[in-house]
Every structure is written in structure tokens, then in C-alpha cells.
């Protein structure tokens, strides 16, 4: 009697969770349809915008750049995120190795034993000058200032271009900071 009271409750739970899952199923697929169906049904030469208005800036984000247009001004600035070809240097190795070749490990970075990544963010303009630099991710003791102060002495970049054309490109860079024991 026990027995077959325990295997109806079984047969119970067993059923009303296949029925919650099935209304699960039911109400979640219009849910999923509907934001798949966005997705996949962009025209892909259609850039999707996105309007931010903040004091006297506008700013637009679009899928694959992001553009500031100070009101009252009809030019566009815009920032690229994906290039035809990037910016790089006309320097043996590229931008690393210059990087490389002039970055000094801080005092206080070795004395603490600091070691680890900065990530820095900047804007290739259109004349390949840089602008714009700041550190996205820093590690301290000094080593995010210097990544910045050899940034500054970056030589005039090759713009990056779409359809042959310069852009402002950014760019963000790691740099590794590893003491040598």
C-alpha cells in the first residue's frame, strides 16, 4: 500500500514537471523567436543607431563605430572600430618593438615586485597622429605612466582606411610588464 502510494506521488512530480517544462518550452519560444528574428533579419549593410544626448553632446553608437557629433556641428567624428587596414608603424617589428625598445621598468614597480598588464586605449586620426590615450585596465607603481609617456613619443602612424580612405581608428594595447629574476 506504501509502495504504491510513494510510486503515484512519483508518477505525479515526474508528471508536473514534464508539464511545467512543456509551458516552459511554449512560452519561452515567441520570447526567443522574436528577438532571433531581429537578429537574423538586419539587412547587413543597415547600421543600427543608438542616440545618447548629453549636454551639448550628441553621441551615436552604431554597430561597428562609435561617432560624436557636437551640437551644432555638421562634420562627424567618427571613431572606427574595425578597419579595412589598421594603423600601424613604418618602424622594424611595428608598434611592440618600438614600445619594446623604449619602455623602462619603474623603480617602484621592481621594488614592490609589480608585475602584470596595462591595457591602454587610443585614436589613430586620420594624419596617423595618436590622441586620446588613457589606461583601461591599469597595475600601478607607476608603469601605467610609463606606457603613456612612450605613447607620446610615438612616431606618425600609417592611418588605418576603409575603402582606401584614412579614418580614426582605436586601438587598444596590451602591454606586459615582467620583472626578469
Known sequence: MVRSFIKNLNLIHYKS???AGIVFLLLMFPAMHSVFAGVFNENPG???????ISGNNVTSFYRS???????GQGEDIRVHMIADTYPGLSYPGGIYSFIDQRIE?????MFNSTEGV???????????????TSVLRGI??????????????LPVLNPGTINNKPVRVAITLPVRFKLKY
Not at 46 to 52: A, C, D, R, S, V
Not at 141 to 151: H, I, M, Q
Request: proline share 4%; net charge negative; glycine share 6%.
Open 17 to 19: 514537471c514534464h508539464i
Open 46 to 52: 543597415e547600421n543600427k543607431e543608438i542616440i545618447f
Open 65 to 71: 563605430e562609435l561617432i560624436l557629433k557636437p551640437a
Open 105 to 109: 621598468y619603474p623603480e617602484k614597480a
Open 118 to 132: 596595462v591595457l591602454v586605449n587610443f585614436i589613430v586620426e586620420k594624419d596617423g597622429s595618436i590622441s586620446n
Open 140 to 153: 600601478g607603481d607607476g608603469c601605467d605612466e610609463e606606457v603613456l609617456r612612450v605613447l607620446e613619443k
